[in-house]
């Protein structure tokens, strides 16, 4: 079992910046992948940014040059720095761990509201 919990949300103004954390907890020595997702009132979740332990990162187009994800595997932490925050952005960010043997568990959420 995974458990995963995030923070860093909140309010920001349009081209602000937010830091989101995600610490994970219990059987992390079996995850193999972290990311973040999101999910806008009315809309599917979507894909933000995800990272394996061998380095890798995958990004959504849309997020391509203003988030970066990051790592501390010492710390079973995922980090997704985001700048240059858009209205759009607005949106409930979801932390997720994939295990080795493709357990996928997903933290409770974290709201992020951009508006001036």
């Known amino acids: 079992q995974v458990q995963l919990v995030e923070s860093g949300g909140g309010l920001v103004q349009p081209g602000g910046s937010l830091r989101l954390s995600c610490a994970a907890s219990?059987?992390?020595?079996?995850?193999?992948?972290m990311g973040w997702y999101r999910q806008a009132p009315g809309k599917q979740r979507e894909l933000v940014a995800t990272?394996?332990?061998?380095?890798?990162?995958n990004y959504a187009d849309s997020m391509k040059g203003r988030f970066t994800i990051s790592r501390d595997n010492a710390k079973s932490t995922v980090y997704l720095q985001m700048n240059g925050l858009k209205p759009e952005d607005t949106a409930v960010y979801y932390c997720?761990?994939?295990?080795?043997?493709?357990?996928?568990?997903w933290g409770q959420g974290t709201q992020v509201t951009v508006s001036s």
């Open positions: 997720k761990a994939v295990t080795t043997t493709w357990h996928a568990y």
């Open positions: 219990g059987s992390t020595s079996n995850i193999y992948a």
């Open positions: 990272g394996t332990s061998r380095g890798t990162t």
